[in-house]
């Protein structure tokens, strides 16, 4: 997993795979989900995508700041 770091200091966790020469696509999972829910998806999408799949905030990886925050 390899981290951005978003504008209140938070380190969102992201997944690169696919093809390296195709079109891009971001692969953002639902409401409190990781970026896992896209695991029987990745091999379809990456043999045509260069692919990043992200860990929403609080979620897999990333880190969960101290609440309040928002959507």
Do not use: H
């Not at 390899?2 to 696509?25: H, M, Q």
């Not at 971001?26 to 045509?48: C, T």
């Amino acid at each position: 997993m390899t981290f951005a770091t978003a504008s209140d200091g938070t380190r969102i966790s992201y997944d690169r795979f696919g093809k390296s020469d195709g079109f891009p696509l971001v692969m953002i999972p639902g409401l409190a989900s990781d970026s896992r829910n896209w695991a029987m998806q990745r091999l379809a999408f990456g043999r045509r995508y260069r692919c990043v799949a992200i860990d929403n905030r609080g979620t897999g990886s990333s880190e969960k700041p101290e609440p309040p925050y928002s959507i």
